[in-house]
Nanobody, 119 residues
Framework: QVQLVESGGGLVQAGGSLRLTCAASGSAVSNFVMGWYRQTPGKQRELVATIASGGSTNYADSVKGRFTISRDNAKNTMFLQMNSLKPEDTAVYYC?????????????WGQGTQVTVSA
């Protein structure tokens, strides 16, 4: 079982920066695909960025060039550096860890951290 805890959210003005952290415990996540997702009221949760165990990354078009995902496998931690924030980035941001094990998909989520960007 993996527990994920996000931190680093808050209120920031447009153009500012925030760094989110996802700390994993209970099991090593070095061989999991890790990701950040976000959700606003009334909308589906959407992908922000993912990072594979080897470090390859994938970003939503809306955040390319502004957000950077990274991970520290030794510390069981993942990060999301968010620069040039826009009001439309306002959402609850969730950390995810996923791995396929035999025929099972192990899929873990954190509780979320609120990011609010004021105009």
């Amino acid at each position: 079982q993996v527990q994920l805890v996000e931190s680093g959210g808050g209120l920031v003005q447009a153009g500012g920066s925030l760094r989110l952290t996802c700390a994993a415990s209970g099991s090593a996540v070095s061989n999991f695909v890790m990701g950040w997702y976000r959700q606003t009221p009334g909308k589906q949760r959407e992908l922000v960025a993912t990072i594979a165990s080897g470090g390859s990354t994938n970003y939503a078009d809306s955040v390319k060039g502004r957000f950077t995902i990274s991970r520290d496998n030794a510390k069981n931690t993942m990060f999301l550096q968010m620069n040039s924030l826009k009001p439309e980035d306002t959402a609850v941001y969730y950390c995810n860890a996923q791995k396929t094990l035999s025929l099972r998909i192990l899929d873990y989520w954190g509780q979320g951290t609120q990011v609010t960007v004021s105009a």
